[in-house]
């Protein structure tokens, strides 16, 4: 008994306070800022080293939707024209604004990155049950997702949970590139969702495929048939980067 | 000589690699296992249409490993060795689904990553089990499943509460990784990252055992430094992951402060990995040649007295829960495989040392940080839920000490040699204890020193078979508790 008292005080209150606030350690690889101006192309080729093509040149730019934030191209590139900061908010509501190109500052991006219809508030501002599916993820994505909810993140202090049966579900999350193997199960699963719902694409692989874009063992047709309404780019996308583009969308 | 002896890490030419009748070849691993020897691959490889078969044995107790192979040439069959060796049945039904070379007597010849409906129909329909009889049901479960995990299929038969056969298909997760190493053989930094996402959770394991065969095969001995930088974050890697196991095997119990302590204790951990990497799971740290992240005097200094706390903070943690008799309840004699079984199958990791199978790689096959400061093995003998709990909090404090012993007596000198171009036709073999046991890599290269075949083993492949022994004759609503305490990857098994 002793013990038990002992251990709660050792644990004391864990919940981060301040989700909106909280900034991440500055080792973590977070948005990147491109400086084309500092490119003196050529000698070392970011195109070439990145492992899923998510960078451009002529001009210069980074697909947050294929980045997995590994950081090679910024160690490969000795002059200094892509540098990833900590900044960790880089959801957007837009594929295209995924798209971070020359002289994109984080604070430029942040503002107009997530946007959502006015009647998203009334709808799921309150309480917003998401039901998440694995297809093909490895489950980093499913971990990140899974502490979303644990005693750090506390994101239920929110009204935002993951539930079991679709049925409960206002929403989807995808982890995953979608192998063809799962991909009958995910559109089950969508469907067995009451309308209106949410389609929510978590990580490199949801997004764009990441690092299997390209294997002959996914079937993404899925994504042709429905709109997605949020991004959460990472390999995988750290917590707080989820819950604050969930609470933004729903405008708490 | 039918077997060509190495050790872990050594990569041999192909040519010296003893070729065999497969008749001769599957006698031989029959005797060899008999004699007390595992078995830790067995795999195709197709060139110009002729598929070799290589098979690769170990012996723990002399830490040497035995490789030899068969071609099938024109033959498209052979005798199963399934009947008399139970380790090898998952190994003989990958075969036949990746080449097409049929195990004649195979008991259970069902698709290994495939035969899921409406996927293609010219694949082998995945016929499950069936039992009939008055009260005899049968319950599926998945794929998706209700929590936030990755998905596989159960299929129960039930005879009322109790479980009398658990059949797992997986593949759900296939993703065709071992062809994309292939196809993208020219692009090393691709082939780091796709290691890191074979199994998300055993990001430092699958990289190191991928980095470590690629210096094999190019005759590259990585630095003091960063081998011991790498088994940090391997040891980093351990503890968290056990940690979170502690803490969802509090939860399925209903134990809610073991279930927020260890979840806390985690975090703490991750960050730390954060801390020396940018990433929570160790992505982006290792690469071929060493590492990419140093660790300086002052992070090093900070990860010791963070392992101190962590030591006293998860003693009492552990404590208290394994003091708690509602717990004890629940996790004593429940899902038991006894070591007979789990040397039978071929188990490794915790799991089987909680069985009292004393298999461990990094005792056994040491390499990198291990050399330098010995693992001792650590097993448990009722190979119940209790055992796999417990086993994860002793493998904690032993992960503790080793970090403490590498960050301790660091090395100075450089993290990163460059990589030379890889040896043609050769072979490399690489092993490593990942927090759910042997992770094993074997790498084959082309006569343009390109790889042509890559070969992964997650230790889940052996694994998932002990739960579904494991469940047998329990009730059904032990068996998430049962699966909590084997936490295996169905990505690392689908591939």
């Given at each position: 008994m002793l013990d038990l008292i002992k251990l709660r005080k050792q644990h004391g209150y864990q919940a981060i306070p301040d989700v909106r606030g909280t900034e991440l350690l500055s080792t973590h690889r977070g948005f990147p800022v491109i400086d084309e101006s500092k490119c003196e192309g050529g000698y070392v080729n970011c195109k070439d080293i990145c492992p899923t093509g998510a960078i451009e040149i002529n001009p210069l730019s980074v697909d947050l939707g294929r980045c997995i934030f590994c950081g090679e191209c910024e160690k490969a590139c000795t002059t200094g024209a892509i540098k990833f900061t900590s900044e960790h908010k880089t959801a957007s509501s837009k594929r295209q604004l995924l798209n971070i190109t020359s002289g994109k500052s984080f604070k430029e991006y942040e503002q107009a990155a997530i946007d959502s219809a006015k009647e998203i508030k009334k709808m799921f501002g309150h309480s917003l049950k998401l039901r998440q599916v694995s297809a093909g993820g490895c489950n980093g994505c499913e971990m990140e997702l899974g502490a979303c909810s644990n005693v750090n993140f506390d994101m239920g202090r929110f009204g935002i949970d993951f539930v079991a049966s679709p049925r409960h579900a206002d929403g989807i999350v995808i982890t995953g590139p979608i192998s063809k193997n799962m991909a009958p199960a995910l559109k089950d699963a969508y469907r067995s969702i009451g309308t209106p719902k949410l389609v929510i694409a978590f990580g490199a692989c949801s997004i764009s495929g990441g690092i299997f874009a390209g294997s002959l063992e996914l079937n993404r047709e899925f994504l042709d048939e429905v709109k997605v309404d949020l991004f959460i780019p990472g390999c995988p996308p750290h917590p707080l980067t989820f819950i604050n583009a969930v609470l933004k969308f729903i405008k708490k | 000589m039918n077997w060509l002896e190495i050790k872990n890490l050594q990569s041999v030419s192909l040519k010296d690699i003893p070729r065999v009748h497969v008749d001769d070849l599957t006698g031989e691993i029959a005797g060899g296992l008999r004699s007390g020897k595992r078995l830790v691959q067995f795999f195709g490889n197709e060139e110009k249409d002729i598929v070799t078969l290589y098979v690769i044995l170990a012996d723990d107790n002399s830490s040497k490993l035995f490789v030899s192979s068969s071609n099938f040439d024109g033959n498209k069959s052979y005798r199963s060795i399934t009947p008399l060796v139970s380790s090898a049945h998952l190994f003989e039904r990958e075969l036949y689904e990746q080449f097409g070379i049929k195990p004649e007597g195979h008991p259970w010849l069902k698709p290994v990553r495939k035969g899921i409906p409406g996927i293609n129909s010219r694949e082998e329909k995945y016929e499950f089990f069936g039992m009939s009889g008055q009260d005899v049901h049968e319950v599926g479960v998945g794929p998706i499943h209700a929590g936030v995990i990755e998905p596989g299929h159960f299929r129960f038969s039930c005879h009322g509460e109790k479980i009398y056969q658990l059949e797992i298909k997986l593949g759900?997760?296939?993703?065709g990784i071992e062809e994309l190493f292939v196809r993208n053989n020219a692009r090393q930094t691709y082939l780091l990252k796709l290691a890191e996402s074979v199994a998300g959770d055993s990001v430092i394991g699958h990289s190191g055992a991928f980095a470590s065969a690629v210096e094999s095969l190019s005759n590259l001995d990585i630095t003091r430094r960063a081998k011991q930088i790498r088994t940090s974050a391997l040891e980093l890697e351990r503890i968290a992951v056990h940690l979170g196991d502690l803490s969802a095997l509090s939860t399925d119990v209903g134990y809610l402060t073991g279930s927020s302590v260890f979840g806390a204790l985690r975090t703490k951990i991750i960050n730390t990995t954060m801390a020396l990497c940018g990433n929570r799971f160790g992505r982006g740290l290792i690469t071929a040649g060493g590492i990419n992240f140093d660790i300086s005097t002052a992070l090093a200094g900070k990860i010791i007295s963070t392992m101190d706390r962590l030591n006293d903070e998860t003693t009492l943690a552990a404590e208290v829960l394994f003091s708690s008799a509602s717990v004890l309840e629940r996790f004593e004699k429940t899902g038991i495989v006894s070591k007979e079984t789990a040397r039978e199958i071929g188990m490794v990791g915790p799991a089987a040392r909680a069985s009292?199978?004393?298999?461990d790689v990094r005792s056994d096959h040491p390499s990198g940080g291990y050399e330098f400061f010995p693992v001792h093995k650590l097993t448990l003998n009722s190979g119940d839920v209790f055992a796999r709990a417990y086993i994860r909090f002793i493998e904690v404090q032993q992960s503790i000490k080793i970090i403490k012993e590498q960050l301790e007596n660091f090395t100075a000198g450089e993290i990163k040699k460059d990589v030379k171009q890889l040896d043609a036709e050769k072979f490399a073999v690489s092993l490593c204890e990942g927090w759910r046991g042997e992770i094993a890599y074997v790498l084959i290269t082309g006569k343009d020193g390109k790889l042509s075949r890559v070969k992964i083993k997650d230790p889940s492949f052996h694994n998932w078979f002990a739960l579904s022994l494991a469940v047998r004759n329990e009730g059904i609503s032990d068996f998430p508790l049962c699966n909590k305490s084997f936490n295996l990857s169905y990505s690392g098994f689908d591939l």
């Open positions: - | 759900f997760q296939h993703r009292g199978l004393a298999v």
